[in-house]
Nanobody, 119 residues
Framework: QVQLVESGGGLVQAGGSLRLSCAASRSTASNYGMGWFRQAPGKERNFVAAIRGYGETTVYAASVKGRFAISRDNAKNTVYLQMNNLKPEDTAVYYC????????????WGRGTQVTVSS
């Protein structure tokens, strides 16, 4: 079992930045695939960004590419999502997810952290 805890959410004005963190309860090392998703009120949960295991390959949703960056610190068992130039449409609950096999079949999910971007 892996517990994931997100933090770093909050209220920010449009154009501002936030960095989300996802701390894992056990070593995710470099082999876990990690992802960020978000869910706005009344909408489905959507993919935001992912970093594959066994390397540093990253993938982004088109809506955040060039503004968001996913990274990992294996020594701290933590994955980050740096969010720049935030827009009101980025407002959502952000969730972290983990796939122990290194891919994108996420077995473990955090409870989420709220991000609100004001115009």
């Amino acid at each position: 079992q892996v517990q994931l805890v997100e933090s770093g959410g909050g209220l920010v004005q449009a154009g501002g930045s936030l960095r989300l963190s996802c701390a894992a309860s056990r070593s995710t090392a470099s082999n876990y695939g990690m992802g960020w998703f978000r869910q706005a009120p009344g909408k489905e949960r959507n993919f935001v960004a992912a970093i594959r295991g066994y390397g540093e390959t990253t993938v982004y949703a088109a809506s955040v590419k060039g503004r968001f960056a996913i990274s990992r610190d294996n020594a701290k068992n933590t994955v980050y999502l740096q969010m720049n130039n935030l827009k009101p449409e980025d407002t959502a609950v952000y969730y972290c997810a983990a796939d122990p096999t290194g891919g994108t079949k996420y077995n473990y999910w955090g409870r989420g952290t709220q991000v609100t971007v004001s115009s």
